[in-house]
């Protein structure tokens, strides 16, 4: 398959540990924040997404914070399986950005050890 | 089931010939997206378009094009015009009415010019 991202930051862990994956926003009147899963030759896959009247959100094995004191949103993964190895992007939006923009991260690539 | 489809997978073309990249979308979306993936890099918006007939420049339009003839379909021409047109293309589309919905992404077109 396809390489998303040749020189992306990578996150090693063994399968059944915790994952973290962490994002830093520059824009302190986004109001809304997403995090994405991409595997190789694939699109982005939805995973998560919390507004920011929110701290904390969960779903099935993941979980998002967001802290807007420092601008940071972290995704956490329970449990981490195979299937979890892929890239992961984070997301947010401003009212500023024209037509409502997400302005995307790097990514972080996920390698589940097994 | 409900998706959105780009076609084809793989393109490959010479330099110099323009090449148009086919996204169609049954969600009932009124908004869609193009996007270009670099190895390394986030998702670059190039075009979007939020209602049939109307659509704007993202943040790197030129040497591309659009049309937006039908809810439906949201097609991308890479002109000769495009410095470096060798990346995974990505179409999106979101749900209007709200600011916070997500994008739904396709599965890429991965353009090879030679």
């Known amino acids: 398959g396809e390489s998303v991202g040749l020189h992306l930051p990578t996150l090693s862990v063994q399968e059944g540990d915790n994952s973290i994956i962490n994002c830093a926003y520059s824009n302190s009147a986004s109001d809304y924040f997403i995090w994405y899963k991409q595997e190789s030759g694939k699109g982005p896959q939805f995973i998560i997404d919390i507004r920011s009247n929110m701290d904390k959100r969960q779903g099935q094995r993941v979980t998002v914070l967001l802290n807007k004191t420092v601008k940071h949103l972290s995704l956490q993964i329970a449990a981490t399986q195979p299937g979890d190895s892929a890239v992961y992007f984070c997301?947010?939006?401003?009212?500023?950005?024209?037509?409502?923009?997400?302005?995307f991260g790097g990514g972080t690539r996920l390698m589940v050890k097994p | 089931d409900g998706g959105i489809t780009q076609s084809p997978k793989y393109l490959f073309r010479k330099e110099g010939q323009n090449v148009t990249l086919s996204c169609e979308q049954n969600?009932?979306?009124?908004?869609m997206y193009w996007y270009r993936q670099d190895p390394g890099q986030g998702l670059r918006l190039i075009y979007y378009?939020?209602?049939?007939?109307?659509?704007q420049k993202g943040d790197i339009a030129e040497g591309y094009s659009v049309s937006r003839e039908k809810k439906e379909s949201f097609p991308l021409t890479v002109t000769s015009a495009q410095k470096n047109p060798t990346a995974f293309y990505l179409c999106?589309?979101?749900?209007?009415?709200?600011?916070?919905?997500?994008?739904?992404f396709g599965n890429g077109t991965r353009l090879t010019v030679t």
């Open positions: 999106a589309s979101k749900r209007t009415g709200t600011n916070n919905s997500p994008l739904h």
């Open positions: 969600l009932n979306h009124d908004a």
């Open positions: 378009s939020q209602i049939v007939n109307d659509f």
């Open positions: 997301a947010d939006r401003s009212p500023d950005n024209a037509g409502n923009m997400l302005t």
